[in-house]
């Protein structure tokens, strides 16, 4: 047997997918193809689960559907389900396919009125209802990252004072209200039992800075930013050596549970009920229940709508 999965985007929901990979390969031992965008390679280029990896990106979708023609799949697992795999199904028209339920209306109704109908579960056991026809059932192995060597870090790299035990700290994430204040992150900070690792994108490297600078003149923590100086997969290793991590509801808060890590996930505009909870590890959830117009996005936003953003103003730091 043969399967194409398709899932191309973002770093969390790229992670969610490899217990559906694995699933598929241990279970029903068949050929597991997986496409996703070139930028988010590094996160499956040692899994094993995958026999062949295909990038939108390295090649032409076009170039892609030709190639894929060529292969017989048996089904695709489409994991993403939007327009751009609606046409591939519709160009591999005689190859069955099972899609992901993204529950549209109950995301709006949640988001606009504020009406919970989503079921109580995480995306990744959405994603296996997708597959469960096909007889794969959910492990409890969790997410998996496999990081080659050439990431890691040597000790040396570390000032010493981070090369014991050290919290990492997920500054970043896709949208404005989705990140705290970078005040706020400092409050944050100072209260934090063990050194500060910042970890974000280049994006986020001036805050990054900033949060740094005020710990350099105001010295009640060790604070060290890496934002905008690591890769993808470095960040993610300093995430699997990180003691406890806490982190926005973003691709590399979600990847410390690859690594089974105490997860502390701030959520400001979005909310845990879309299921973007930490998968299997322990985690713990800090919000603003106190608010009315949460959630205002399923995504997030570039400003609150309120104005306030009392969602991430009014947070409570917890250990």
């Not at 241990?26 to 499956?44: G, N, R, S």
């Not at 396919?97 to 056991?125: C, E, G, T």
């Amino acid at each position: 047997m043969k399967i194409l999965v398709i899932r191309f985007s973002s770093i969390g929901d790229c992670i969610w997918v490899t217990p559906i990979l694995r699933g598929l390969k241990t279970q029903l031992a068949c050929q597991v193809h997986f496409v996703t965008k070139k930028q988010y390679a590094p996160l499956f280029e040692a899994n094993p689960n995958i026999d062949t990896l295909h990038l939108l990106g390295e090649k032409s979708l076009s170039e892609l559907i030709s190639l894929w023609r060529k292969e017989k799949f048996d089904y695709i697992i489409d994991l993403h389900n939007n327009l751009r795999t609606f046409y591939i199904k519709l160009s591999l028209r005689n190859i069955p396919a099972r899609s992901y339920r993204k529950l549209r209306w109950q995301k709006w109704l949640l988001v606009n009125f504020k009406i919970n109908k989503m079921p109580a579960n995480h995306v990744v056991d959405r994603y296996f209802e997708t597959i469960a026809p096909l007889g794969v059932q959910p492990d409890s192995q969790g997410l998996e990252l496999h990081i080659p060597e050439k990431y890691h870090l040597s000790k040396d790299f570390f000032p010493s004072v981070f090369q014991e035990k050290f919290i990492a700290f997920v500054i970043g994430a896709s949208y404005a209200t989705k990140k705290m204040p970078t005040t706020k992150i400092i409050e944050f900070c100072k209260q934090m039992p063990l050194p500060v690792i910042l970890i974000g994108g280049k994006e986020d490297e001036a805050a990054g800075d900033a949060i740094e600078r005020y710990f350099s003149e105001n010295p009640t923590n060790f604070v060290w930013n890496l934002c905008g100086k690591l890769s993808l997969m470095q960040s993610a290793w300093i995430v699997s050596q990180a003691a406890i991590v806490y982190g926005h509801d973003t691709g590399l808060t979600h990847i410390a549970a690859c690594f089974q890590k105490k997860v502390y996930m701030i959520f400001g505009s979005t909310t845990p009920e879309l299921g973007l909870y930490p998968y299997q590890t322990s985690y713990r959830i800090i919000e603003n229940k106190q608010l009315a117009c949460r959630p205002c996005s399923r995504l997030g936003k570039h400003a609150c709508p309120q104005k306030h953003f009392k969602c991430m103003n009014d947070l409570k730091f917890e250990i």
